[in-house]
């Protein structure tokens, strides 16, 4: 299993990366001046769409490019790296993922569409923390279709959303195995309300209120009450898209804190030369190398159907999440006090960072899933 880039995977990069450098730090700016129904920049989604990005997991029978998550990683890696607000992890990752256990139908009335640019948001947490089997929205049966009563948190671009993905609990207590349905919802939609607000990091998070909404049978993912399948599926995908942008964070920081090293003076000395600043310097350098390695690596097993990728997935996500961390704290104390300061994106990357590896399970979330899944 080669642990680097294809020549095509390497062009895909080639082609995002000047995109999305154009504005750097800037989108992430702009956009926290902005409401907090307003969480993607309109124009670089547009672009993406022109160069068919959001359809690169959608397989080529409905409009898409058809490759996997090692591609799609690529462009992770480099939202992060840039800070740039964008639905790709929840609509080109997330619901594509959820929607290839959807029957025929369903896929092509949404893969056609979110390949397009259709924009999608994942409502699967109900808590303060990520227990995405934790579930007790309850979606009651009736003649034609369900009434869903409960609660999503931390719903990510729910405001700008057409799609909504949503587990519901069919039967059973809240942290049963069974009595799970994933759901295809359009949206907006009578019966939800969406109360969105702006994160530390500038990015746009909701809660998701469904007060007896009416859902159609035809919107089910899969089978009713069959739902654990699919969405383990989904997590695992977004998973990895969000360690892939974690190891983009942690580079962009590292690279920041290197070149002011390289500019600081201080006791008549560029600070870089200090060997303690250089070990520093050296360790973040190796710990997000192995990170972005064990990314790869999963990303592999993914797109195999390798059994083993759950496992490697939660040994990215930890990793990455680990890494990330270290390089944002560490660029911050190598900028000194001004790295708290908006006046050095350091400070940016950081609060990315903690919003980041919240999502879809923190560092310690999946270290305690590696031990779970080798049996302890």
Known sequence: MPLFHTDEQTMIKEM???????????????????????????GQWRQFVEMQLPGLLVSSAHGGGGLGHVEAGIVMEEIGRTLSPSPFLASAIGAVTALGFANDALQARWLPALAGGAIAALAIDEGLKHRPGHVALSARA???GFRLNGVKRSVVGASEAELLIVNARISGAVDDESGLTLFALSFPREGVRVESQRLIDGSVAAMVRFDD????????????????????????????????????????????????????????????????????????????????????????????????????????????????????????????GMGMTDEHDVGLYMKRDRVLDEMFGDAGFHADRVAQLNGY
């Not at 995002?16 to 309109?42: H, K």
């Open 16 to 42: 995002v990366a000047p995109l999305l450098a154009e504005q750097g730090s800037g989108a992430i700016r702009a956009q926290r001046d902005l409401g907090p129904e307003t969480a993607y920049s309109s």
């Open 142 to 144: 009736e003649k034609g």
């Open 213 to 336: 909404a009416l859902v159609e049978e035809t919107a089910v993912i899969g089978e009713t009450g069959q739902g654990r399948a699919p969405l383990s599926a989904m997590v695992d995908a977004v998973r990895i898209g969000a360690a892939a942008e974690l190891v983009g964070v942690a580079s962009a920081a590292a690279a920041l804190a290197l070149a002011y090293l390289k500019q600081r003076s201080q006791f008549g000395r560029l600070i870089g030369q200090f060997q303690a600043l250089q070990h520093r310097a050296a360790m973040v350098y190796v710990e997000i190398e192995i990170a972005r390695a064990a990314v790869l690596k999963a990303q592999h097993l993914l797109d195999a159907g390798d059994p083993a990728a759950p496992l490697m997935i939660a040994v990215a996500k930890s990793k990455a999440g680990a890494a990330s961390r270290r390089a944002v704290q560490e660029g911050v104390q190598m900028h000194g």
